[in-house]
Every structure is written in structure tokens, then in C-alpha cells.
């Protein structure tokens, strides 16, 4: 197995002891992105519209840095602080993602990393 390590440095650094993407075999697998402005450390904004772009922007960095697109996307996870914001997120994931859409989990959590309201980790494919 050939294991080679994604990192963009126009997307946050790891906050732990993870990659921030690992390609195998032809596949990305993405860590979770959380709506962290990677040039000041801080969250985009309060609000789960503000941070979920800024989550786009960050999975967008880390897709390039590997040669890929939003289009090689095949699995999709959200996860989310409150479950009433999942139209939001929704209406903002819908302007990057495009049919044929990747499949997709959403889910409420407890808590997220550092009081983040929306997390989303992919997998893509060469």
C-alpha cells in the first residue's frame, strides 16, 4: 500500500496528531474541515452559514493540493452541532456539489472541535 500525505497550506493545520488528507490506492480521504480561517486560526464568522463556506474553501484547498475537484467527491459526511441547521448547510453544500451528487451522511453531534457548529470530512476518488 502506497500512503502519501495531503497538506495545503491554504487550509487550517491539523489541531491534533492527524493528516490533514491521506491518498491511497487512488482515493482521498479528507479529514473532518471545520469553518477555520487558516490565515488567522479563528472561525469565519459565529453564525453555521459563515463557517460552512469557510469549510468549503478548506476542503477545496486540500482537494486541489491533491489534483482534485469537488466532482471526485464519492462520500460526503456532515456533522452538525445543532440538527436545525441542516437546511443551511444544505443550500450551501448544494452550490458545490453538482448532479451526479456524492453520497452523503448528516448527523447532530454533542459537540464539535473548539465550539465548531458545522464539521464535513469526504472521500474522493482519482
Known amino acids: 500500500m502506497k500512503k502519501e500525505i495531503i497538506n495545503s497550506k491554504n487550509a487550517p493545520a491539523a489541531i491534533g496528531p492527524y493528516s490533514q488528507a491521506v491518498k491511497v490506492n487512488g ?3 479528507v479529514s473532518g474541515q471545520l469553518g477555520l480561517d487558516p490565515a488567522t486560526g479563528k472561525f469565519a ?3 453555521v452559514e459563515s463557517q460552512c463556506e ?4 478548506n476542503l477545496d484547498a486540500v482537494l486541489t493540493e491533491a489534483g482534485m475537484t469537488f466532482d471526485n467527491v464519492a462520500k460526503a459526511t456532515v456533522y452538525l452541532a445543532d440538527i436545525k ?3 443551511k448547510v444544505n443550500t450551501i453544500y448544494g452550490k458545490y456539489f453538482q ?8 448527523y447532530a453531534v454533542k459537540d464539535l472541535p473548539s465550539g465548531a457548529l458545522v464539521e464535513i470530512e ?5
Open 54 to 57: 469557510q469549510v468549503f474553501k
Open 99 to 106: 448532479a451526479p451528487y456524492p453520497a452523503r451522511a448528516a
Open 27 to 29: 482515493l482521498l480521504f
Open 85 to 87: 441547521d441542516f437546511g
Open 122 to 126: 469526504v472521500i474522493a476518488a482519482e
Open 45 to 47: 464568522g459565529e453564525d
